[in-house]
């Protein structure tokens, strides 16, 4: 389940710095400025960077599938569509 407390500020990091380095090099130094921010964003837990880097795939495996699978709510909260509101009719 998607945090539901998740802020439109790390929506919109998660749209646009974390997705595109999603499928990129994995490494200490991604996992800790993307993967685990974006996991922790996305779940609303603390959570660590795997202690062996035999871990990491399925670290990155596991962020990457919750983000396929709210990837359209994630993109709703970052850019929220915007509604048209008529003006109110001055009553005299």
């Known amino acids: 389940m998607l945090n539901k407390d998740l802020t439109r500020e790390n929506a ?7 997705y595109p ?34 871990h990491y795939k399925s670290f990155v495996m596991m962020t990457n599938s919750m983000y396929s699978q709210y990837e359209a709510e994630i993109k709703t909260i970052a850019y929220p569509p915007k509604t048209k509101t008529r003006a109110k009719r001055k009553t005299t």
């Open 12 to 18: 919109i990091w998660l749209v646009e710095s974390y």
């Open 21 to 54: 380095k999603s499928s990129g090099r994995i490494d200490g130094n991604t996992m800790d400025n993307y993967f685990v921010p974006a996991r922790k964003y996305m779940t609303g837990k603390e959570v660590g960077r795997p202690g062996c880097g035999c």
